[in-house]
């Protein structure tokens, strides 16, 4: 399970550094936006099944969980710093308000309420 895991994080480094060419229009942009975002999504779900999973944590000793933890945070860190310089930086271009999608409008025929 690791190895796969590890060859497929490399093809997709390797991935996002092809999209990493110059001159691309706005489109190809957005795209490698959501490779990234998808790359990140993908490691911290790794790391939520690792830590979630007690018996594998266990095999660690307390200076290497000590290891990960600090080497997480400063990555989060990082992470979380360029959010919030982004976000400020472009906050004028947010919406002020979080819009939902549009409701189905309740009719007669829609079940309403709890049925025992």
Same mark, same amino acid.
């Given at each position: 399970? =690791?190895?796969?895991?590890?060859?497929? #994080? %490399?093809?997709? $480094?390797?991935?996002?550094?092809?999209?990493?060419?110059?001159?691309? +229009?706005?489109?190809?942009?957005?795209?490698?936006?959501?490779?990234?975002?998808?790359?990140?999504?993908?490691?911290?779900?790794?790391?939520?099944?690792? =830590?979630?999973?007690?018996?594998?944590? #266990? %095999?660690?000793? $307390?200076?290497?969980?000590?290891?990960?933890?600090?080497?997480?945070? +400063?990555?989060?860190?990082?992470?979380?710093?360029?959010?919030?310089?982004?976000?400020?930086?472009?906050?004028?271009?947010?919406?002020?308000?979080?819009? =939902?999608?549009?409701?189905?409008?309740?009719?007669?025929?829609?079940?309403?309420?709890?049925?025992?």
């Amino acid at each position: 399970m =690791s190895e796969r895991w590890i060859n497929q #994080s %490399r093809d997709l $480094l390797k991935r996002m550094d092809a999209q990493a060419i110059k001159n691309k +229009d706005r489109l190809e942009v957005i795209n490698s936006i959501n490779l990234a975002i998808g790359a990140i999504e993908r490691s911290i779900q790794g790391w939520l099944s690792w =830590s979630a999973n007690l018996q594998l944590m #266990s %095999r660690f000793s $307390l200076e290497e969980l000590e290891d990960m933890e600090v080497g997480l945070r +400063d990555q989060v860190r990082r992470f979380i710093e360029y959010d919030i310089a982004i976000t400020e930086k472009h906050q004028n271009k947010m919406p002020t308000q979080v819009l =939902s999608p549009p409701q189905k409008p309740q009719t007669d025929s829609d079940p309403q309420g709890i049925y025992v």
